[in-house]
C-alpha cells in the first residue's frame, strides 16, 4: 500500500552536496517514520537518518550529524535528504523507507523500502 521511490543521486567530487528526493504514495499515513540508509559495496546495509512525519523529530547517524539534513514537504509526499561535504566514504547507493513506529534506526524495523539511487563522490 505504500511505495517508496529515491531520486537526485549521481556523481560528484568530494566536497559537493546533493539533495536526494524520496516520493512516497498509497497510506503514508499509517507510516510516520521516514528513514534514510545505504549501502557500500562489500558493506552492510547502515543508518543515515530518519524524519518524524511532522518533520519535527529527527535522528541521525555520527556519519551524517552535521553534514546531512533531512526535511519533507507532506504536501507533495516527499521527504529530501541534503547532503554537503560529501567524501568518498559517502559513497553508496542510498535507500529511503518507512517504519510504522517512532524514529527508528534499525533496518529491521521498517517494512517499506524504496529501489534506492546511486551516490557516487570522486576526488
Known amino acids: 500500500q505504500v511505495q517508496l521511490v529515491e531520486s537526485g543521486g549521481g556523481l560528484v567530487q568530494a566536497g559537493d552536496s546533493l539533495r536526494l528526493s524520496c516520493s512516497a504514495s498509497?497510506?503514508?499515513?499509517?507510516?510516520?517514520?521516514t528513514g534514510w540508509f545505504r549501502q557500500a559495496p562489500g558493506k552492510e546495509r547502515e543508518f543515515v537518518g530518519c524524519?518524524?512525519?511532522?518533520?519535527?523529530?529527527?535522528l541521525y547517524a555520527d556519519s551524517a550529524k552535521g553534514r546531512f539534513t533531512l526535511s519533507r514537504d507532506n504536501a507533495k509526499d516527499t521527504v529530501y535528504l541534503q547532503m554537503s561535504s560529501l567524501k568518498s566514504d559517502d559513497t553508496a547507493i542510498y535507500y529511503c523507507?518507512?517504519?510504522?513506529?517512532?524514529?527508528?534506526?534499525?533496518?529491521?524495523?521498517?517494512?517499506?523500502w524504496g529501489q534506492g539511487t546511486q551516490v557516487t563522490v570522486s576526488s
Open positions: 498509497g497510506r503514508t499515513f499509517s507510516r510516520p517514520t
Open positions: 524524519i518524524s512525519w511532522s518533520g519535527n523529530s529527527t
Open positions: 523507507a518507512q517504519a510504522p513506529t517512532g524514529l527508528e534506526y534499525l533496518a529491521v524495523l521498517y517494512d517499506f
